[in-house]
């Protein structure tokens, strides 16, 4: 067995199931969460310089994970496109997170979750600060409406949270 074979079995060994939550809670879909992952192993372990530890592989991995969530809506999938449908029971707050386009709620996880700004979300996603501003605001403009003892804030959205990436933990998700 190859040593990026050992790494990534160690990896997945140690911390298989909460990058899989982690997945989950950024694309608020399991099926959608297990290409995410596979997408985002893909991308670690398929290049030619892979991780030496195990500790180095979680890290790449996460990133790739959220790299790999806030691209998943740009192939055109249905998933792109949350169903904001309005109903005249108030949603619970799990079914307007699911409602969220997969984009929005994976960069609002970022933000309120993993606690990151958004310069450091720009930097783990590849993605221009005006697309994750907009998206953010959006996401929490629509929770807001629907949810308003959440007391969000757009202002806080884009302005608040952690510039590095160190400080992110995988937890159990939404």
């Given at each position: 067995?190859?040593?990026?074979?050992?790494?990534l079995?160690?990896?997945?060994?140690?911390?298989?199931?909460g990058?899989?939550a982690?997945?989950?809670t950024?694309t608020?879909d399991g099926?959608?969460?297990?290409t995410?992952?596979e997408?985002?192993?893909?991308?670690?372990?398929?290049?030619?310089?892979?991780?030496?530890?195990v500790?180095?592989?979680?890290?790449e991995?996460?990133?790739a994970i959220r790299?790999?969530?806030?691209?998943?809506a740009?192939d055109g999938s249905?998933?792109e496109?949350?169903?904001r449908?309005a109903?005249?029971?108030?949603p619970r707050?799990?079914?307007?997170?699911?409602?969220?386009p997969v984009?929005e709620?994976?960069?609002?996880a970022?933000r309120?979750?993993?606690?990151?700004?958004?310069?450091?979300i720009c930097r783990e996603?590849a993605l221009?600060?005006?697309?994750?501003?907009d998206?953010l605001?959006?996401?929490?403009?629509?929770?807001?409406a629907a949810?308003?003892?959440?007391?969000?804030?757009?202002h806080?959205?884009l302005?608040?949270?952690?510039l590095?990436?160190d400080v992110v933990t995988i937890g159990d998700?939404w």
């Amino acid at each position: 067995m190859s040593r990026w074979e050992k790494v990534l079995d160690a990896t997945m060994l140690a911390h298989g199931a909460g990058l899989l939550a982690y997945a989950r809670t950024l694309t608020g879909d399991g099926e959608l969460a297990s290409t995410v992952v596979e997408d985002a192993l893909a991308a670690v372990f398929g290049r030619r310089a892979c991780p030496r530890d195990v500790d180095g592989a979680l890290a790449e991995v996460q990133s790739a994970i959220r790299r790999a969530a806030v691209r998943v809506a740009a192939d055109g999938s249905e998933a792109e496109s949350g169903a904001r449908t309005a109903s005249s029971a108030a949603p619970r707050v799990e079914e307007s997170l699911r409602a969220l386009p997969v984009r929005e709620r994976a960069l609002l996880a970022m933000r309120y979750i993993d606690g990151l700004a958004v310069p450091a979300i720009c930097r783990e996603t590849a993605l221009h600060a005006g697309m994750v501003g907009d998206a953010l605001t959006h996401a929490v403009e629509y929770l807001d409406a629907a949810h308003p003892e959440l007391r969000l804030d757009v202002h806080d959205a884009l302005a608040g949270g952690a510039l590095a990436r160190d400080v992110v933990t995988i937890g159990d998700g939404w």
